[in-house]
């Protein structure tokens, strides 16, 4: 420090900065001897190297071109992040921007969270593309992704509960709710992550119940709340109209064959009176088309099986063509449910 403007300075304010001095915390790993710019988050000091920060952030470059400060005879800038956050940034910069992500779990989440709003902070690229990436692991576009992503959240669960009763499952898996909100601050708009996540917060009506605390919604921004309400308004409706009977899939009879049409028509609109009836008043709630809808497939197929040995029996039955159809119809529906969801939740950008 200039010993002549010490000079001038009254004693008191040269204490007090003694004082906060004293205070001062060099990173155990991120203080390089050979760095040339000082970071202040709190009382925390990182020494880095101002030419690879500004190389891979041009906010970082502007802010050290702009800075005038200077501490231990280097210049300094002052932040006011969390120590935890730019410390993941930092590493991620100093390691290649390889990021070790953990499981995605509650506890987990707020790190990787601070590293996202971090990295959209200084505009450093690849840790924010890595962060979406993992999400998406979590919450697939594909609906063949998704199916796969069940099975394992089934079974997560399944060993959670088996270790730590049923409380353990809600703290398992990240609220949705919650990742929205994070992606909405980092400015991510786009509908393949935000589909999914969606589509999962709407299967947790079940979560809201009475005394009502808006806890589950709370991350959501006001156009998002209304975004899912009306969401859930459009997908129940397409639910119901999905229920009608598919009659058009018996008509690959041709009009010279009009007496087995009529018969496969009205063995199918038994067959799915039986079928459809059951997963209408099912026990419990409509929250999860798209896995109703997989048991809807798989019902047909039941009841397509049991019509082939009731035709072996020489019993009234739907053919096997009919059968084909209607196993076809069913799979599609569920498939347009699920493309239909960005639509449904006005998600499109
Ligand atoms: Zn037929």
């Known amino acids: ?100 992500f953990p499981t995605l779990t509650v506890e987990s989440f707020p790190t990787l969270a601070g590293l996202l709003r971090i990295a959209t902070k200084y505009q450093i690229q690849r840790p924010r593309t890595a962060i979406i990436e993992r999400l998406q692991i979590q919450w697939p576009s594909s609906l063949e992704k998704h199916d796969e992503k069940q099975v394992d959240v089934r079974e997560r669960l399944l060993q959670q509960q088996q270790q730590q009763g049923d409380g353990a499952a809600e703290n398992l898996i990240v609220h949705p709710a919650s990742v929205i909100g994070l992606l909405r601050e980092c400015n991510y708009n786009s509908p393949e992550l935000l589909t999914p996540l969606f589509y999962d917060l709407s299967t947790r009506v079940w979560q809201f119940e009475a005394p009502f605390t808006g806890y589950h919604i709370m991350p959501l921004s006001p156009a998002d709340k209304e975004r899912l309400i009306v ?70 197929r039941i009841a397509c099986s049991k019509a082939a040995t009731a035709r072996d029996a020489q019993k009234d039955a739907l053919c096997a063509s009919c059968c084909n159809s209607v196993v076809a119809t069913v799979e599609q529906s569920r498939r347009t449910i699920w493309n239909s969801l960005t639509g449904l939740f006005a998600l499109a950008q």
């Open 231 to 300: 969401g859930i308004n459009k997908l129940r409706s397409l639910q119901i109209q999905s229920f009608a009977c598919p009659t058009v899939t018996c008509l690959r009879h041709p009009p010279a064959e009009q007496r087995r049409l009529l018969a496969c028509q009205t063995e199918l609109l038994k067959m799915w009176h039986n079928v459809a009836y059951a997963c209408m008043v099912k026990d419990g709630d409509h929250c999860r088309p798209v896995e109703d809808w997989a048991g809807m497939v798989g019902m047909i």
């Open 1 to 100: 420090m200039d010993m002549h403007s010490d000079r001038k300075r009254p004693r008191t304010e040269l204490d007090a900065e003694v004082a906060a001095n004293a205070q001062l915390t060099n990173h155990p790993d991120l203080y390089f001897e050979d760095g040339n710019v000082i970071m202040k988050t709190g009382n925390t000091l990182f020494c880095v190297h101002r030419t690879i920060l500004s190389k891979h952030s041009t906010v970082f470059r502007d802010l050290f071109a702009q800075n005038t400060q200077t501490l231990r005879g280097l210049p300094s800038l002052t932040v006011d992040d969390d120590k935890e956050d730019m410390e993941s940034l930092l590493n991620a910069v100093y390691d290649g921007m390889h990021i070790d």
